[in-house]
Each structure stands twice: as C-alpha cells, then as structure tokens.
C-alpha cells in the first residue's frame, strides 16, 4: 500500500514538473517570437482591438528587448528573407541611431497667396489622417474651431492606415480622388502611427529601419505631400507625440526624423511639433501640469491622445494657422 502511494505521489510530482516545464517553454517561446506577435498586431484592421493586445504584447516586446531575447529571431528572419524574399534591408532594428539625410524634394512652385478670409471666403481646411487624426485631433479641432464661421472643415480619415501598406489604403490615390471634386485651401495630415512594419516595392520586401526602408517612405511621404501642396498650396504635418512604450517610441521617432527633415526642406509646409507640449522634456508622461492643474493628457493605451492632449495639440495648429493666413477678424486665443 505505501509502495502504491509512492508511485502516486512521484506520479504527480512528475506530472506537475513536466507542466511547469511546458509553462516556462512557453512563456519563452512567447518572449523570442515577440517580434511576430508585434507584427500581427499592427497588422489587425479593428484599431479597438489593435489598441487592447498591444497593451498587452507591447511590454512583453519591450521586455524581450531588453533581455536580447528576440534577437535570434530578428537576426534569422532578416537572413531568411534575404534569401527568400529578395529582401536586402538588413536586419531590422538598425535604426535607433541613424542619421537621416535630407533627402531632395520634389520640385514644387512656391504658391503664394494674399487672400483674406472670411465667413463669406471661408479658409477651407483638409484633416487627414489614421486614428490619431480621426479619434482626437480632428473632433476636437471641429468642436474649437465651430465658432470660427471663416473656417470650412472637412476630414479624410481611415484606421489602421499609413503610407507603408498602399494595399490596405492607397493615401495619393484616395486624396487624388477627393481633390478631384473639391478644392482646398490647407491640408493638415497626421499619419505614422501604423507605419512600424517592412513594406513592400517591385516584389521586394523591405525590413522597418533599413536604409532602403527610409528612402521609400520618404518617397511615399513626398508623393502625398506634393500632391496636396500642388493643389492646396499649403500643407502641416503633425509630429507623432511621445508614446509609453520604449520600443513603439523609438520606431515612431524614425518616422518623425524622416517627416521633420523632409518639412525643414519644404517652402510650403509647416511642422507642428507636439513633443514640448505633450510631454516632459520630450519624454512620455500620462499627465501634464497646466496652469497649476494636472490634465490626462494621453489615453490608456499610451499611444492615443486624451481629449486634454488633442486640445494642447489643436491650440498649437490653430496658432500655426493664424500666422500663415490673414483673416478680416483675428483669431480667437484658446484658454489653455
């Protein structure tokens, strides 16, 4: 009888070992393959459920960086697709620290304007953009600006989009097809923050951060911007804020050192910078002291903007507007 009570009790000491094994072979499997499950994430079409398992995945990525865990993975994957693919991006994560030079930009005729609007010539204003842009900004620069009457609104805005998948949502080709039944006098765009991915040119995948990687989404972002400054004379391009996630953070700091540089070359442009407003020195921060008064200024998910943060967001936009445009009666200025 005790005999049979030890066999049962290493039978179940054996079995609870082996699923304690299987559990942490798992939870590592998890932490290499982070990288996969990232990319599946951005690549989920439903920006609701984008946001809950990024929530989830993001520290997992974050943590797997820091202990070199998805190392392998990225290092493989880069040579895989090399040899398969014909992909000669590199390995991805290249990018942290590169220098991005001012690449040329396409030759565009300075638009100069002298009008002067109002409610009888109203400005007409473009906002485009992915859940940034639609979710936050653009609410809340139709709510500020409803009491303008020399402002005319009107928003082109698609979830989850971005200029590395034209598949998904080809941008110049849907502006091109609105511009073709209106007119506009200022096109503002905020895009970027589903542009973390390899993207694809003539067959040939290209790895996020490669060399190759940023001379075609420079390519991309001056395709759109030239066709809406062909046509509107003026464009803004808003800067990606801060985000919570360091890894997510630095990748949008790419696309924001290409969008900058791009701009500072451009006579028909204005870059609205949102890092010394929605941040502290730069720096990620739920909550921002205004006025003696601290405001969320961030959504939960550590990407979107609160109703607060798009309001900072909108106040800097209207001013940038206020200098590049005359009006019959000045501006109004938004309380913080």
Same mark, same amino acid.
């Given at each position: 009888?005790?005999?049979?009570?030890?066999?049962?009790?290493?039978?179940?000491?054996?079995?609870?070992?082996?699923?304690?094994?299987?559990?942490?072979?798992?939870?590592?499997?998890?932490? &290499?393959? +982070?990288?996969?499950?990232?990319?599946?994430?951005?690549? #989920?079409? *439903? $920006?609701?459920? =984008?946001?809950? !398992?990024?929530?989830?995945?993001?520290?997992?990525?974050?943590?797997?960086?820091?202990?070199?865990?998805?190392?392998?993975?990225?290092?493989?994957?880069?040579?895989?697709?090399?040899?398969?693919?014909?992909?000669?991006?590199?390995?991805?994560?290249?990018?942290?620290?590169?220098?991005?030079?001012?690449?040329?930009?396409?030759?565009?005729?300075?638009?100069?304007?002298?009008? &002067?609007? +109002?409610?009888?010539?109203?400005?007409?204003?473009?906002? #485009?953009? *992915? $859940?940034?842009? =639609?979710?936050? !900004?653009?609410?809340?620069?139709?709510?500020?600006?409803?009491?303008?009457?020399?402002?005319?609104?009107?928003?082109?805005?698609?979830?989850?989009?971005?200029?590395?998948?034209?598949?998904?949502?080809?941008?110049?080709?849907?502006?091109?097809?609105?511009?073709?039944?209106?007119?506009?006098?200022?096109?503002?765009?905020?895009?970027?923050?589903?542009?973390?991915?390899?993207?694809?040119?003539?067959?040939?995948?290209?790895?996020?951060?490669?060399?190759?990687?940023?001379?075609?989404?420079?390519?991309? !972002?001056?395709?759109?911007?030239?066709?809406?400054?062909?046509?509107?004379?003026?464009?803004?391009?808003?800067?990606?804020?801060?985000?919570?996630?360091?890894?997510?953070?630095?990748?949008?700091?790419?696309?924001?050192?290409?969008?900058?540089?791009?701009?500072?070359?451009?006579?028909?442009?204005?870059?609205?910078?949102?890092?010394?407003?929605?941040?502290?020195?730069?720096?990620?921060?739920?909550?921002?002291?205004?006025?003696?008064?601290?405001?969320?200024?961030?959504?939960?998910?550590?990407?979107?903007?609160?109703?607060?943060?798009?309001?900072?967001?909108?106040?800097?936009?209207?001013?940038?507007?206020?200098?590049?445009?005359?009006?019959?009666?000045?501006?109004?200025?938004?309380?913080?």
């Amino acid at each position: 009888m005790e005999k049979q009570n030890n066999k049962d009790f290493y039978k179940k000491q054996s079995l609870r070992q082996s699923l304690v094994l299987v559990l942490l072979i798992v939870a590592l499997l998890v932490f &290499v393959l +982070s990288p996969l499950l990232v990319k599946w994430v951005n690549d #989920l079409k *439903d $920006s609701h459920a =984008k946001q809950i !398992v990024h929530s989830l995945v993001d520290p997992i990525d974050e943590a797997s960086e820091k202990l070199y865990l998805s190392w392998p993975l990225k290092n493989l994957r880069g040579k895989f697709r090399s040899f398969f693919l014909n992909d000669f991006s590199g390995p991805e994560g290249d990018f942290d620290r590169m220098e991005i030079a001012h690449l040329p930009v396409g030759e565009m005729p300075l638009y100069i304007r002298d009008d &002067v609007f +109002s409610s009888a010539y109203p400005l007409r204003i473009l906002l #485009l953009g *992915d $859940s940034m842009m =639609k979710g936050s !900004v653009a609410a809340l620069f139709r709510r500020e600006s409803s009491g303008y009457d020399y402002f005319e609104v009107s928003e082109l805005s698609k979830i989850s989009s971005g200029l590395s998948r034209p598949d998904f949502f080809n941008w110049p080709i849907e502006v091109e097809k609105l511009l073709s039944l209106r007119q506009f006098d200022l096109a503002v765009i905020m895009l970027g923050m589903n542009d973390a991915q390899s993207v694809e040119s003539t067959g040939r995948y290209y790895t996020f951060g490669s060399d190759k990687w940023v001379e075609i989404y420079t390519s991309r !972002v001056d395709d759109l911007v030239k066709l809406l400054a062909l046509s509107t004379g003026q464009v803004y391009w808003i800067q990606l804020p801060p985000m919570r996630n360091k890894v997510f953070n630095d990748r949008m700091e790419l696309i924001n050192l290409i969008t900058e540089n791009y701009f500072a070359s451009l006579k028909q442009g204005r870059y609205i910078y949102t890092h010394d407003i929605l941040g502290k020195e730069g720096k990620y921060d739920d909550f921002l002291e205004v006025q003696g008064n601290y405001l969320r200024v961030r959504n939960s998910d550590g990407m979107h903007l609160s109703f607060e943060g798009a309001r900072i967001v909108v106040k800097r936009l209207i001013e940038g507007i206020h200098d590049d445009f005359s009006f019959e009666v000045p501006l109004k200025n938004l309380e913080n």
